[in-house]
């Protein structure tokens, strides 16, 4: 019995070192700070049971419980303190905290996440809240078959980016009954946990950045990988439809990044030459306006006529007289 109550005593020694390694400084404060008044407050309420002549083993019952309890709450509301104020004793926490950063339901389900945290430019700790999930299963049960294709793929996301070996991805129980909007929600986790907020929302970037709280967006990091086009550069595009205004041709980028030609509606299914006019920077994205001159066409063909080497070709035959051939050669 001895043997194995000492060995059931190191297992759990060694449990709570694993786990006190990941708890940040500012839950251990909290714990110790709420243990402390826990004794204090299970001292205090000794002196009045032993007044009453209770039993010696309810009082240290008591003190056991207060203490407990005064730990719990203490490691779960030290996330709130705030250590600059103590003159900087604790800098040190700073530079080692892990980045946590929210999982928007948006941005799973787009997929792009998942390519990013391949390249390596996520670390830190990707957080996925328990609502975002349940958002997720309800997409994925949804009686609309495109909806639930979407859903489907986002938890196939999840799966993806949980088998990344380099990044630590969280699954947070935290909840606020009280908030129904689920951006609401990421944006009161947000503000607990002191992290950004992965998303493609436009407006929950909006609403986000109006309660403090940072945002990384995923369309505009794309916005910004576009490559960039000076006024005056002469580009090759595929003009693929005719434009709003009179003779104006689209074509797009692969990218996505729209182009609209003037004098190009009657080169609609060609790739033409064109010369950039102007760019457009918007939140939706980029657009770029150009100009297609047939003077221009000329000058690029016949300097591509010029750089094509010339071909040799070989005799052809042109008839037949008996077991004779005729032959011209090019």
Do not use: W
């Amino acid at each position: 019995m001895a043997g194995a109550a000492g060995l059931l005593l190191g297992l759990a020694i060694i449990f709570f070192e694993i786990r006190l390694e990941r708890v940040s400084l500012k839950r251990l404060i909290g714990a110790a700070f709420g243990s402390v008044l826990g004794i204090v407050g299970a001292f205090f309420m000794s002196l009045v049971l032993g007044k009453a002549a209770a039993e010696p083993f309810l009082q240290v019952v008591l003190l056991l419980f207060m203490t407990y309890v005064g730990l719990i709450v203490g490691a779960k509301k030290g996330d709130m303190l705030n250590l600059a104020a103590l003159g900087g004793i604790f800098g040190v926490e700073k530079s080692s905290k892990k980045t946590f950063k929210i999982l928007d339901t948006s941005v799973v389900i787009d997929g792009r996440i998942a390519d990013i945290a391949e390249t390596g430019f996520l670390d830190g700790v990707l957080v996925i809240p328990q609502f975002v999930l349940r958002e997720l299963q309800l997409v994925a049960d949804s009686a609309d078959s495109m909806k639930r294709n979407r859903g489907r793929r986002g938890l196939d996301i999840l799966q993806r980016v949980q088998k990344m070996a380099h990044l630590n991805v969280q699954i947070v129980e935290e909840d606020f009954p009280q908030v129904r909007d689920v951006d609401m929600k990421l944006i009161e986790l947000a503000k607990i946990y002191d992290c950004k907020i992965i998303t493609n929302d436009f407006n929950l970037n909006k609403v986000a950045q109006l309660h403090g709280v940072e945002v990384l967006n995923i369309n505009e990091l794309a916005n910004s990988l576009k490559p960039i086009v000076l006024p005056g550069e002469t580009m090759r595009v595929f003009i693929l439809k005719e434009g709003k205004e009179y003779n104006q041709g689209v074509a797009y980028l692969d990218d996505g990044t729209m182009v609209v030609v003037d004098n190009a509606k009657r080169m609609i299914s060609k790739t033409v030459d064109i010369a950039v006019t102007s760019v457009l920077q918007t939140t939706a994205g980029k657009m770029i306006f150009g100009k297609y001159d047939e003077r221009m066409q000329a000058v690029a063909a016949g300097a591509e006529r010029h750089e094509r080497p010339l071909r040799k070709t070989e005799p052809q035959p042109i008839a037949n007289l008996g077991s004779e051939k005729t032959t011209i050669e090019s």
